[in-house]
């Protein structure tokens, strides 16, 4: 373990009880899935499908503008259309609900309704309730609303330079800069003096998003009788911070009941939709009706508070030059919009991994957030480190051309060695665990590099241009509460939360079947699954035997949810701790009935048993069934309580504070994932036309639980990034006008532009850290993607001399890169 | 303002309808919210994702881009009608082996697309499947297991001979 | 995205619909596929008062030769799948053939039809540029009679046709060429299925190795296709080959984008011009040799 960067933080030790073993019964195997019957045969049950007795419907109306003062509604012929119960204005919907969530500090208002300005193109100015949504989108057309056009500022580098009337939100101060500071780790200065080059690149992430197939919604009901809501929901995160909704709705956090429904797709997108629960709940008070309201597509494109990372980078790496990377400094510009949800989470997340897997000695990073007129970004699967990956892995390739070297050869001068971990890095994060050599070396044999240099050289002497890339990332999993506040201001910190749990409650009936209840939602990661897994590996259990659903808040527990490639690893740490608490009661039952010590007893594949002697066993069933019914033949004493349930609360396993200074953030996402990913592509340099000709990705997520699952989830995060890197933006005009607000524009990948074969290969290096030694792998396909398509890229364009620092690159931005080099 | 009422008769998943709609109803919102079958999905309204797809009188259809009154007199099938939960079509079974779904949302469209595909051609190759589930998005699952699942499906069909409807 | 309110009629003959036309005009707006027409309805970009649809009127679906086998006879309803799939049209009309390889997807094209589609006017769809190519003779029908436009004559502007509003393009007429035609085909798209971003149809006729005379459409590049005569005139007389092709394209570009401001807000167009359409060429000739 290196001390040389903090000497100060110590690691905690490991919480973990359940190791990794050799031979598992369900861990490990790729199980299929107990979510898919319901949706495969129509039956599953999203927002959309919920329906509640007397049911209205609201729309919004959207702002044309992109900046502009409200400065009347007039709302009287929309009232008179029949079939509308209630037009909104934001003043009106403020008179009983306060501003929506919001992580940032000092805080940036948003509201759920526009008061008083509008702030992008898109933002809801006013809502309809009415008898359907058809009635209520003919009412939106019968709102006047007079607007005060405000300029508008679009260009990234102008934005911290606002001023006047360009400022989105005046009470904070004359600008549109919500932050601006500089964070130091480790000797940079040193470091950049005896390096012998210094490579530099500005690089740009344009801004693309999740765009799940389902969009956001919510279905609430306002019970006037007892002045509580009942609201349903396709979130996370809702027994975890739920109740701030509560706050903004103004009432106890116990009058407000959040109901999971299953998630059409979310990637971070539906990690916490405050805005459309305080909405939808709000509106359901006033109209005196339950309300459901489903975002439209234009309205999920234009304001879904999900749009993903939009960056500028000027960085540079201090090398030797030998390709050593001693050390980066990098200042970036990052547009959040309009608002600022969740602060700057985005980038303290890009801290977790800054330096990737390499042996960087320091980190500067100038971050300056800027806000502007278009949809705050949300969570984006990566959440900012997807951005730092594909940066630093271009600079590794900028670096690598500068000093004439093969970039698999600089990667492996630099990779962080096996028995260095747990490696604390600059930032103060810990990499718990790897073997990055290993999951190279498997990648480079898996993708066959030497057959794909002879075919590109073969290629160019017949005028193609086929190219190769290979990078090497992280995908940090697992994050703690700490991301949440530490970057901002120590003076301002807002809430400084440490805790960021998952909970599961289990129990087992007289018949000996379990039952695990989540507290986290289903988002197409497989939940029900994998706790289905868990359950049977730790009871013994047959997987029919195990039945999962989902609590409401009323009754649930503290659950982060999924977001940060975490559910898995947590809700093991929470199924491991309920098993034992149920195990421990089970064997204090079979004792009793086999007249020997708990310690003499084992669980063997469903029976209780005492260990050595095979005939000596009883059914979980039988145990079960005793525990429950026949309290008179158990000794009077604690312990043996009718009955087999409860609830576990699993905590991060490795969190530490950040110190008030800030020269480094404390750990606070060490389970630490990492993926070697390859791709060969042919470009038409006359078209600009991008063909993905081969694809390989190797990724450590430590002990698997599924493979099949994890393999869909590297696939499908590879195609996200193949769709960040090749084909979707989210483009703004100099108006600030939204010009990609639909899927005609906004080029979502179809089956034609995937590789047809994503070769994925898994190499395994159990945490010492989590349950199982299991670590997340959700994120991680979409956080290598885009840097290795644009080195395949440049490498096959590398005849014309031309460098590709941005995303995405459609045919449209090549033919501009060659043409400025006259071709 | 439209205040036509016009009845439409026809059938879905094999039993006869008979409603009374307005023009402007489409069809994914009379077959989700009037005739209470949720299977089929709204994810666009504007006939890109393909989460709408039904078949309607024996081809896939965007029920986004069909207004219900246009539909008098037609036989539509949804994904309701492939499978149910104790008795799945091959194609959901295959998509179960073959992990081809992951949120579901664009999986009845999926099967809807891919069921058209193998009632014209039980051979499909690998990119014939790939053209005919290419108007379905897909955000979660980069489609490769789809083609797999579809591929699957195709084999265990010759094998049984099963007869699509 | 639910569109907003209308009256519906389901003409069961041409002639009511026609009438209904006479009636309502510019309030009415025909639907036969309603692949292009009800998304604009879903965002309220169209409104009209009454809908029209014609999917039941009977003998509008038809694609066959006429009786003197000089031309293709096309009706409004034939759909889209079923021309890309037909020998007929394989074999009578290439040209069509190769373009629908790129149009749409299938969901589409089970109901989207040729007739629909042009009347649509898509700027960068591929079937208009394909009509332009082949000279094809747009059928248009009124309760007074029927009256032909040439295709060069039928594509006004964005969205906008010669049809009047109270008229129905019925059919469309494509002549039959021998033996002696090459059809080329080439465009670039964001993704497969895609509208354009540029694309080109091209057909010439070649008589002892030299062309007599050609067509070069595009679509993408404007806001209607277009064809290019100036390079046309160019290649008459000459034999093929790709330096010619190569300086046709230049030509292609210098008659499209006579303004320099016009060239330089269209400088993608500009290079797919001058790729797109020397592939085209080349591929009219070896796709003919196979």
């Known amino acids: ?823 | 303002m439209s205040n036509q009422f016009i009845e439409i008769n026809l059938i879905v998943n094999g039993k006869s309808v008979q409603k009374n709609v307005s023009p402007r109803l489409l069809l994914v919102d009379f077959l989700r919210h009037d005739l209470h079958l949720t299977g089929t999905h709204v994810g666009c309204e504007h006939g890109v994702c393909g989460a709408c797809n039904i078949d309607l009188d024996g081809k896939t259809a965007r029920s986004c881009l069909l207004f219900a009154v246009q539909v008098d007199g037609a036989v539509i099938n949804t994904v309701e009608s492939l499978g149910t939960m104790s008795h799945m079509h091959p194609l959901q079974e295959s998509f179960w082996e073959k992990h081809g779904l992951q949120c579901g949302f664009c999986t009845p469209g999926m099967l809807m697309s891919a069921n058209e595909l193998l009632k014209n051609n039980p051979n499909p190759t690998r990119d014939e499947v790939i053209e005919a589930i290419s108007s379905n998005l897909c955000r979660c699952t980069g489609y490769q297991t789809i083609v797999d699942a579809v591929l699957s499906a195709a084999q265990e069909m010759k094998k049984n001979e099963v007869i699509t409807s | 995205m639910k569109p907003a309110s209308f009256d519906y009629a389901r003409p069961q003959s041409l002639s009511d619909a026609l009438k209904l036309l006479a009636i309502h005009g510019d309030n009415a707006k025909i639907i036969a596929g309603g692949q292009s027409l009800v998304p604009m309805m879903n965002f309220r970009i169209s409104r009209p008062e009454l809908l029209i649809d014609i999917n039941k009127i009977p003998d509008l679906d038809y694609h066959e030769c006429s009786s003197d086998g000089h031309y293709l006879k096309i009706g409004a309803l034939a759909r889209h799948e079923t021309l890309r799939n037909s020998a007929l049209i394989a074999q009578y009309c290439p040209l069509m053939h190769k373009a629908y390889q790129h149009v749409a997807h299938v969901v589409v094209r089970n109901r989207g039809t040729l007739c629909g589609n042009l009347a649509h006017a898509d700027p960068a769809s591929e079937m208009p540029a394909v009509m332009l190519a082949l000279d094809a003779t747009m059928v248009i029908r009124s309760n007074q009679g029927e009256r032909k436009v040439q295709a060069e004559d039928f594509f006004k502007g964005l969205y906008s046709t010669d049809i009047k509003k109270d008229e129905i393009l019925v059919e469309v007429q494509i002549p039959i060429l021998d033996e002696s035609f090459r059809f080329g085909f080439a465009e670039l798209s964001p993704r497969k299925g895609d509208y354009a971003s540029t694309l080109v149809a091209v057909m010439f006729k070649l008589i002892k190795g030299k062309i007599e005379s050609a067509a070069l459409s595009y679509a993408g590049i404007s806001d209607r296709p277009v064809r290019a005569p100036a390079a046309e005139k160019a290649l008459l007389g000459q034999e093929p080959s790709s330096d010619l092709f190569q300086k046709v394209s230049t030509i292609v570009v210098q008659e499209i984008y006579l303004k320099k401001e016009d060239l330089e807000s269209h400088v993608f167009q500009a290079d797919l011009i001058q790729t797109l359409t020397p592939r085209a060429l080349l591929n009219a000739i070896a796709s003919h040799d196979q």
């Not at chain 1, 986290?520 to 047959?542: C, H």
């Not at chain 1, 035997?545 to 929470?574: C, E, H, K, L, Q």
């Not at chain 1, 039952?589 to 005939?615: N, Q, S, W, Y």
């Not at chain 1, 390989?696 to 590879?718: F, I, K, Q, S, W």
């Open chain 1, 1 to 823: 373990m290196n001390k040389r960067y903090i000497p100060d933080l110590d690691i905690p030790a490991s919480r973990r009880r359940e190791g990794p073993r050799e031979n598992y019964s369900w861990i490990g195997k790729s199980m299929k899935r107990v979510e898919d019957p319901r949706l495969l045969t129509g039956k599953g049950k999203y927002i959309d499908d919920i329906e509640v007795p007397n049911m209205a419907h609201a729309a919004i109306l959207r702002s044309p503008y992109a900046h502009a003062l409200i400065k009347s509604i007039n709302i009287s012929e929309a009232l008179k259309l029949p079939g509308v119960i209630s037009v909104i204005t934001g003043a009106e919907f403020a008179k009983l609900t306060g501003p929506t969530v919001t992580f940032s500090s000092p805080a940036v208002v948003q509201h759920a309704i526009a008061k008083d300005r509008v702030r992008y193109v898109g933002e809801a100015v006013a809502a309809v309730v009415a008898e359907d949504r058809y009635i209520a989108e003919d009412a939106l057309e019968l709102i006047e609303v007079v607007y005060e056009e405000l300029p508008t500022v679009t260009d990234i580098h102008k934005m911290s330079s606002a001023s006047g009337a360009e400022v989105l939100h005046p009470e904070r101060g004359e600008t549109n800069t919500a932050s601006d500071s500089v964070f130091t780790f480790g000797p940079v200065d040193e470091d950049f003096a005896r390096a012998d080059l210094i490579v530099r690149r500005k690089i740009r992430w344009n801004r693309s998003g999740p765009q799940p197939m389902e969009t956001a919604g919510a279905v609430a009901d306002y019970d006037e009788g007892t002045g509580k809501f009942t609201v349903y929901c396709n979130t996370s995160m809702y027994t975890y911070v739920g109740w701030l909704c509560a706050v903004s709705l103004g009432v106890s956090p116990t009058q407000l009941n959040i109901i999971p429904t299953l998630a059409g797709g979310s990637f971070g997108s539906k990690l916490f939709l405050h805005r459309i629960i305080v909405l939808t709940a709000g509106l359901s008070r006033i109209a005196g009706r339950p309300v459901k309201y489903i975002e439209d597509r234009l309205d999920n494109m234009l304001n879904a508070d999900a749009h993903g990372s939009d960056r500028a980078y000027d960085f540079e790496l201090a090398v030797k030059k030998d390709g050593t990377v001693l050390s980066m400094r990098y200042e970036v510009i990052d547009d959040y919009g309009a608002y600022l949800q969740y602060g700057l989470g985005t980038h303290g997340n890009a801290f977790s991994q800054v330096i990737g897997p390499y042996r960087i000695n320091s980190v500067q990073a100038h971050i300056i957030a800027v806000l502007s007129n278009k949809c705050q970004q949300g969570a984006y699967r990566g959440f900012g480190s997807e951005v730092t990956n594909f940066v630093l892995e271009r600079m590794m390739d900028a670096t690598a051309k500068e000093l004439g070297m093969d970039p698999v050869e600089i990667r492996r001068r630099n990779l962080i060695r096996p028995e260095e971990f747990p490696y604390i890095i600059p930032s103060g994060n810990v990499y718990d665990i790897g073997n990055y050599q290993e999951v190279l070396n498997k990648a480079l044999e898996m993708f066959d590099m030497s057959s794909w240099r002879s075919k590109q050289s073969e290629a160019l002497k017949e005028g193609r241009y086929i190219g190769i890339g290979i990078v090497s990332c992280q995908e940090r999993s697992v994050f703690s509460s700490t991301e949440f506040w530490s970057l901002n201001s120590p003076d301002q910190p807002g809430f400084q939360l440490t805790s960021s749990p998952e909970s599961v409650s289990l129990k087992i009936d007289a018949a000996g079947k379990a039952f695990v209840k989540l507290n986290a939602p289903f988002w197409g990661n497989s939940p029900e699954t994998v706790v289905t897994q868990i359950v049977a590996e730790a009871l013994t259990l047959d997987p029919s035997d195990i039945t999962v659903g989902y609590v409401d808040t009323d009754s649930g527990f503290n659950g982060t949810g999924p977001g940060g490639s975490r559910y898995t690893v947590m809700v093991a740490g929470a199924v491991v701790s309920g098993v034992k608490t149920l195990r421990e009661k089970l064997f204090k039952f079979a004792a009793h009935m086999m007249e020997c010590g708990t310690g003499d007893l084992e669980l063997r594949a469903g029976m209780i048993g005492i260990k050595g002697v095979p005939d000596k066993e009883k059914s979980i069933a039988d145990v079960a069934m005793m525990s429950h019914y026949f309290r008179l033949s158990f000794p009077d004493e604690d312990g043996f309580e009718s009955g087999l349930e409860t609830t576990a609360v699993y905590d991060h396993p490795l969190t530490t504070m950040p110190p008030d200074d800030r020269n480094h953030l404390g750990i606070f996402y060490p389970i630490m994932g990492h993926m070697a990913h390859l791709a060969a592509v042919e470009v038409d340099p006359k078209t600009g036309h991008v063909k993905i000709l081969d694809y390989v990705a190797v990724h450590d997520c430590g002990t698997m639980v599924n493979p099949m699952t994890l393999a869909g989830h590297v696939r499908g995060g590879t195609a996200q990034g193949i769709g960040s890197a090749l084909f979707e933006q989210f483009k703004y005009d100099d108006q600030s006008q939204l010009l990609t607000a639909n899927f005609t524009d906004y080029h979502i990948p179809t089956a034609h532009e995937m590789p047809i074969n994503i070769r994925v290969g898994h190499v395994e290096t159990p945490s010492p850290y989590t349950e199982f030694g299991i670590k997340g792998g959700g994120e991680g396909g979409r956080m290598a993607a885009p840097p290795v398509l644009v080195q395949a890229i440049e490498d096959a364009l590398k005849p014309f001399g031309v460098e590709f620092m941005e995303i995405p690159l459609t045919p449209q931005r090549i033919r501009e890169i060659l043409r400025e080099v006259g071709h």
